[in-house]
């Protein structure tokens, strides 16, 4: 017995050998790759044009999934657009003062996020 009371289950038997037998996923690669494939198809053909999407701008990238943990993308959207206004580079969010940082996040919650993403652009830019 485990130390809340429940018994453990039983182990397996042995494959021949002595051995166990190993545990090896349903499909194998195969079916991964074709998984894979269906998936980067449906996404070509289902995904929103989103505006850190355009170019793949690391740091657009970067600031949108800040923006994006624990918030949906129809709140991040306006946010988004504003601070790409206010800080197109990650050099202007590393020379802005945390005060107008923390300003134009106003709204979107979890302020620690952006003091981090501040911190971290002048640790990046330094």
Avoid: C
Avoid at 59 to 83: G, H, I, K, N
């Amino acid at each position: 017995m485990t130390r809340s009371g429940s018994r453990r289950p039983a182990p397996r038997p042995a494959a021949k050998g002595g051995r166990r037998a190993q545990q090896r996923p349903a499909g194998g690669r195969g079916e991964a790759g074709a998984l894979a494939a269906a998936l980067l198809a449906w996404f070509e053909t289902a995904q929103r044009p989103l505006p850190w999407r355009r170019g793949y701008d690391p740091y657009a990238v970067w600031v949108s999934e800040t923006m994006l943990q624990q918030t949906q993308v129809d709140t991040v959207l306006p946010y988004f657009a504003r601070w790409m206004a206010r800080f197109p580079t990650i050099e202007a969010v590393a020379a802005a003062p945390e005060e107008d940082v923390l300003k134009l996040w106003e709204g979107l919650g979890y302020y620690a996020r952006a003091r981090n993403l501040h911190r971290a652009a002048r640790q990046v830019v330094s």
